[in-house]
């Protein structure tokens, strides 16, 4: 079936501008992650949303970044005036939801600021 | 929060040698440590997983061990093979949803 997906591959913003960031989970998974992965550095977790639950913001680093999930499936990372750290990959992930089981990632998004 | 170490940060070894991978953690409550495959330009891949409850697991060519009291845990590939080049990522979970990912270690494996 499909996998998780992502849009846009690539974006390329000026510092200052909003961006938003799309992630489709596998159809039926109910947890789904966020990741920032900079260039030679691990991942990074931003948000966790697990079914209707209220989401597990502690990883976000600023409050320029929010995400939601509407309806328990499509979720979108908006970052607010950007800045040239953010630039990075930002990866999605989504799980059964289960337990601790295998995440599913998405191709990621690459974010330039300029 | 939790900290994880990961080291080397790079390993190149001969083809059909084995590579070893450590990974520390500062959190005793972590129970969960997945290891991610990330081959050049494409997503992580979960490739292992151990359980607090468990000292060793093996899949294949594949092994992860984890030292509870010393707070360490370890991916182990045999038989390294060209295909087995990626970077690959130890991480540790404390609670459902929480992961937190070493900065990942770039293995070559020389034909």
């Known amino acids: 079936g499909a996998g998780v997906s992502q849009s846009p591959s690539n974006k390329v913003t000026e510092k200052g501008k909003d961006v938003e960031l799309r992630c489709d989970p596998i159809?039926?998974?109910?947890?789904l992650y966020w990741y920032r992965q900079s260039l030679g550095q691990g991942l990074e977790f931003l948000i966790y949303?697990?079914?209707?639950?209220?989401?597990?913001k502690s990883g976000l680093p600023s409050d320029r970044f929010s995400a939601e999930r509407t309806g328990g499936s499509v979720s979108t990372l908006t970052i607010q005036r950007t800045q040239q750290e953010d630039s990075a990959v930002y990866l999605c992930?989504?799980?059964?939801?289960?337990?601790?089981?295998?995440?599913?990632f998405g191709p990621g998004t690459r974010l330039t600021v300029t | 929060g939790e900290n994880v170490e990961q080291h080397p940060s790079t390993l190149s070894v001969q083809e059909g040698d084995s590579a070893v991978i450590k990974c520390t953690y500062s959190d005793s409550a972590s129970n969960y440590f997945p290891w991610y495959k990330q081959e050049l330009g494409k997503r992580p891949q979960l490739i292992i997983d151990i359980r607090s409850n468990v000292g060793e697991k093996k899949d294949q060519r594949i092994a992860v061990t984890l030292n509870k009291t010393a707070k360490h845990f370890s991916l182990h590939i045999t038989e390294t093979q060209p295909e087995d080049s990626a970077v690959y990522f130890c991480a540790a979970s404390i609670a459902r949803g929480q992961f937190y990912f070493g900065t990942g270690t770039s293995l070559t494996v020389i034909p």
């Open positions: 992930a989504s799980s059964h939801g289960q337990g601790w089981d295998e995440q599913y």
């Open positions: 159809s039926g998974h109910t947890a």
């Open positions: 949303f697990q079914g209707n639950s209220a989401p597990d």
